[in-house]
């Protein structure tokens, strides 16, 4: 299970704390959905996942209010023995004294938040979707080509990192060499990002490390990418059959995701950076609905039956 500090969340979403008192280095934050108590404030706990964010808005602190004071601590003393994370007030929403008091006594941190209910929401489900997502590691290099995410696999030592440094020289970014950290975002969706400790940095045998922002800029380097297109390094085996037509899609799968795969042999003279950049160009046209290969295709196909009708008259 991945897991999130909820001072990761504060900071990202700057908000204020209310329960100075309780430390929050310890609280992990395990689901990427959050919760709107609703049936819980009328005392329904049935199917109560406790382990959400709470969030309170208007509705909610209005229909609190109409309790009674009294009445009000009652039901949210009981929403807080379930040991929710924490509970997050929005649109500025006045958090009282006793509520404070309520929240150091039972353990549960208070926030609040000038956002509204549903911008904050969507936020917060946003930002733990990406960071709760499951994700693996696997050697390669990523680099961003006119918008589209490429990711160069092969074996060690091939030429992955001398591509992507031509491609930088070509004026793309790099996301991450060696090392990419593949996060399943949606069920349609790889996001590719670097360690911390090799972020920016290359490998070139023979010359060692290289820092790609140092020596080329900060627009030479981008700290995310979505994965869109895989391109397999191998060498050059002449007794394989190579696809030259590409009618047929090939792909590959990382946590349960396809991605179109193009597996390129290496021979000396072939100029990787350029192969690289025309499947980056083939492959969005592609998405905007053209294909080179079934193009070609029906020309062929409609010169042949204009052959055949020629034969018949």
């Known amino acids: 299970m991945y897991t999130v500090e909820l001072s990761k969340m504060v900071e990202k979403m700057h908000l204020e704390n209310c329960t100075p008192d309780i430390d929050i280095s310890g609280i992990k934050l395990t689901q990427p959905e959050i919760n709107r108590p609703a049936l819980q404030l009328t005392g329904f706990f049935d199917h ?3 382990d959400r964010v709470q969030i309170i808005g208007n509705v909610e602190d209005a229909f609190l209010r109409k309790m009674g004071h009294e009445e009000e601590l009652n039901i949210m003393r009981k929403l807080m023995s379930f040991n929710v994370p924490c509970i997050v007030f929005c649109r500025n929403i006045e958090v009282e004294e006793d509520m404070r ?4 006594e039972c353990g549960v941190p208070i926030f609040r938040t000038a956002k509204s209910t549903s911008s904050f929401m969507a936020e917060v489900i946003r930002w733990l979707g990406v960071e709760l997502a499951p994700r693996i590691s696997i050697h390669g290099v990523l680099v ?3 918008g589209e995410g490429i990711l160069i ?6 030429g992955k990192s001398e591509a992507a440094l031509e491609l930088l020289k070509r004026g793309h970014r790099l996301v991450t060499d060696d090392v990419v950290e593949i996060k399943k975002v949606s069920d349609d969706t790889l996001v590719g990002s670097a360690p911390d400790i090799t972020r920016h940095f290359i490998e070139l045998r023979g010359i060692g490390i290289v820092n790609v922002k140092t020596l080329f800029g900060v627009e030479s380097v981008k700290n995310t990418q979505s994965i869109d297109l895989v391109i397999n390094l191998e060498e050059w085996n002449k007794d394989k059959e190579y696809d030259r ?3 047929e899609e090939q792909y590959t799968e990382f946590l ?3 991605v179109v795969c193009h597996n390129i042999p290496i021979r000396p003279g072939r100029n990787l950076a350029i192969i690289c950049e025309t499947a980056a160009v083939n492959y969005r046209q592609k998405k905007m609905g053209y294909n080179a290969a079934q193009e070609l ?3 062929v196909t409609s010169n042949l039956m204009k052959q055949n009708e020629g034969e018949e008259n």
């Open 48 to 50: 109560f996942d406790s």
């Open 297 to 299: 295709y029906k020309r």
């Open 101 to 104: 008091r309520l929240g150091v």
């Open 256 to 258: 349960g995701n396809k």
């Open 245 to 247: 037509l590409g009618l």
């Open 153 to 158: 696999t092969g074996e060690s030592g091939i």
């Open 144 to 146: 961003d080509v006119y």
